[in-house]
């Protein structure tokens, strides 16, 4: 079977993008661009050096959502893209993007949701006092966070966890369940 070719979305410093390029032979997939809407991102670095073509766009050049999604929908087109996976993307994804990826189109989230959605999901958990918190995967609807759950793995929150050492357990769980999650979402999609 072909691979797929889909596109990863990120804003920042792309530890994700870092894990699923890194790991690129396992998947059925083949990541074929960045999009990035910020243009210091720490990502773009990562995109040069595993040879990754990006897309970068500046929110505040276009009059409306509608307009720069309208624009990528056309280079994701371009570039055959059927899949998306947003690693750390920090836009709500509008319904020009969604009219043409719904059900093809992913996040992650580093909390168990529907608990602590939005920004700083780390220090959200942490200023709430549980004992627990951890990683969501999700398809994308025009929500902040709430699409349909594919995957969740938690863990324990210690007594004197700081943000940074959750953060770091955190993304560790990140790296190893987004690229599995991503290849078992692909391989089911074919298989129905
Ligand atoms: C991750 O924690 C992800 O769950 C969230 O944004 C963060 C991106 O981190 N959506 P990185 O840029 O991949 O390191």
Redesign the pocket.
Known sequence: MAKVKAAVF??????????IMEQKDQLNCEIVLLVCDKREA??LDKAKHFDIPTYVFEAKNYPTKAAYEAELVEELKRNNVTWIF?????RLVGETLLASFEGKAI????SLLPAFPGID??GQALEAGVRETG?TIHYIDEGIDTGPIIAQESLAIKEDDTRESL?QR??KI?HDLYPRVIKEVIERHHNE
């Open positions: 990120a804003s920042g410093s792309g530890s994700n993008f870092q894990a720490t990502v947003l690693a750390g993307y920090m996040n992650i989230h580093p999901a780390i990683v953060h955190v993304q990140e």
